[in-house]
């Protein structure tokens, strides 16, 4: 199974309520509708989940959730589920695949070009949490 995972330590002073609303800020941010990308946000709980979509090609690209959570001084974020979602039309005849990542690069793995291109999509994925990453560093200097 394709999971990023990872518990990032911060300053102890910055508070759980200060992170959830740094990932919330970042949420809103890093997608163009958070309406429909947040799925569950409790602040007293310090959860957020997101389904979020990153196009890969231009037929398609990969359905994912993000889970955030978050603690005094410390966040943890899964991403997971990853779903490749692609469609194609040929001769007027729509053809569609949906399947998991795992699917896709077992597939890939026996051609040059799949690895190539399963490698951009790792470095998309990487880019977003990187995103996460630096917006929560900015939890607490974020007093404007």
């Not at 990308?37 to 997101?50: C, G, M, S, T």
């Not at 799949?114 to 470095?123: F, N, P, S, T, W």
């Amino acid at each position: 199974m394709v999971i990023y995972a990872n518990v990032v330590e911060l300053d102890t002073s910055i508070t759980a309520d200060e992170l959830y609303t740094a990932a919330k800020s970042w949420a809103i941010d890093a997608f163009k509708s958070t309406k429909e990308v947040i799925q569950e946000a409790d602040k007293e709980l310090h959860l957020i989940y997101i389904k979020g979509f990153i196009k890969a090609n231009v037929y398609g690209g990969y359905w994912f959730t993000i889970k955030i959570e978050t603690k005094d001084g410390r966040y943890r974020y899964s991403l997971y589920d990853i779903i490749y979602d692609a469609s194609a039309t040929v001769m007027g005849v729509t053809s569609r695949t949906t399947q998991p990542i795992e699917v896709s690069l077992k597939e890939a793995n026996t051609k040059e070009r799949g690895q190539k291109y399963y490698k951009g999509v790792d470095e998309k994925f990487r880019a977003l949490l990187n995103s996460l990453e630096i917006r929560m560093q900015d939890a607490q200097t974020d007093d404007w």
